[in-house]
């Protein structure tokens, strides 16, 4: 009887794990950005992105931010990603930091708001920087 109980314990405990949410952290953001992968930095964006290219700002769809975001990350060809400043205001984050590309270093940086019970990509921006 006791296996049982003991089984049983287990089981349910795995099950209810199942269903903790994950929360996003600005870290999880900031790793995507370093290893330069639009898919992965998509996972943490809201239903609408505000995208600030050089000679472009938009406001995107997830799905469309994350094309747009594929095509300057294989544009530029990112090398790493350097966080100059991060820090937390009324329950949101934001970060400063510099994409280093082949291409040049852009200052970035990026805003997540709470939505729900995640933290979610709002806006993006990347200026290139002169050497």
Known sequence: ?????????????????????YYYSIDDVVAAMRSGNASE?????DSRVE???PGKTDNYSKSQ????????FANNGVK??????????NGSQFCIGTLQTKNGNF???????????QQVVQELGFEQLTE
Do not use: C, W
């Open 65 to 72: 931010a994350e094309i747009i975001l594929k095509d300057f």
């Open 107 to 117: 200052r970035t940086k990026f805003f997540m708001k709470q939505k729900g019970d």
């Open 51 to 53: 995208i600030s290219l």
């Open 41 to 45: 930095l998509s996972k943490y964006f």
């Open 1 to 21: 009887m006791k296996k049982y109980l003991g089984f049983a314990t287990i089981a349910l405990s795995l099950f209810l794990v199942s269903f903790t949410p």
């Open 80 to 89: 790493n990603f350097q966080v100059k400043h991060k820090g937390e205001q």
